[in-house]
């Protein structure tokens, strides 16, 4: 089955030649031409991608992204972005988008960076066999250990539960019940405020 891309654009030229370009690449491509109907559309349906830009009618990239992400949608997400102000990338990962690609941009760049994607979206479905980083942290979900520089930062099964699911909902604000519910399960015996000594203890690590 084709793997399904949403591309949130207004531009018709670049719509186009996208969708031709993705079509032929062996994807099942859906279009939005403003922030209001991509975020409609990628919350109603499901994608195993998604090309935002950042400039677009009626609500802008970066408020569709991070909606998305408060609405736990965790479809990755390529920002197109005009230009190549930094805040402009540093905000979009930031609100939980994934890549960008600043216009004008290469095509081969873009479906690259595509590719990219699907791969680390489509191991497992989840990041089972992937290593995720973030600064010194490294985190290796095949062998379920993390690192902080070279140490291995010592986690119990429950806390590394908590850190994946975190890592898998970044840019989603995630409430205390949600977060009991997955890792511990409906236990009555754990107290509401578990969740919080737990974050605790893994800031001090
Ligand atoms: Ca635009």
């Avoid at 891309?5 to 186009?16: H, N, P």
């Avoid at 993705?22 to 109907?37: F, I, N, P, R």
């Avoid at 992204?65 to 930031?94: E, H, N, S, W, Y």
């Avoid at 081969?108 to 479905?125: D, K, N, S």
């Amino acid at each position: 089955m084709s793997q399904r891309i949403l591309l949130v654009e207004d531009e018709l030229g670049l719509v186009m030649t996208l969708s031709d370009r993705l079509t032929s690449e062996g994807y099942a491509v859906v279009t939005a031409q403003d922030g209001d109907t991509g975020l409609a559309r990628a919350t109603n349906e499901t994608f195993d991608l998604i090309i935002l830009d950042v400039m677009l009618p009626h609500r802008g990239g970066f408020d569709v992204c991070r909606d998305l992400r408060q609405r736990g949608v965790g479809t990755p997400i390529i920002m197109l972005t005009a230009r190549g102000q930094i805040t402009d990338k540093v905000v979009g990962l930031k609100i939980g988008a994934d890549d960008y690609v600043t216009k004008p941009f290469e095509m081969m760049e873009l479906l690259a960076r595509v590719e990219a994607q699907l791969r680390r979206a489509t191991i497992g479905g989840t990041l089972s066999n992937e290593v995720y980083q973030f600064g010194d942290v490294r985190v290796d979900f095949r062998r379920a250990e993390a690192y902080r520089g070279e140490d291995v930062v010592d986690l119990s099964a429950k806390e590394f539960k908590l850190l994946r699911y975190l890592i898998e909902h970044r840019g989603a604000a995630l409430s205390r019940d949600e977060l009991l519910n997955v890792v511990w399960g409906y236990d009555a015996a754990v107290s509401t405020r578990t969740v919080d000594s737990m974050s605790r203890g893994c800031d001090r690590t």
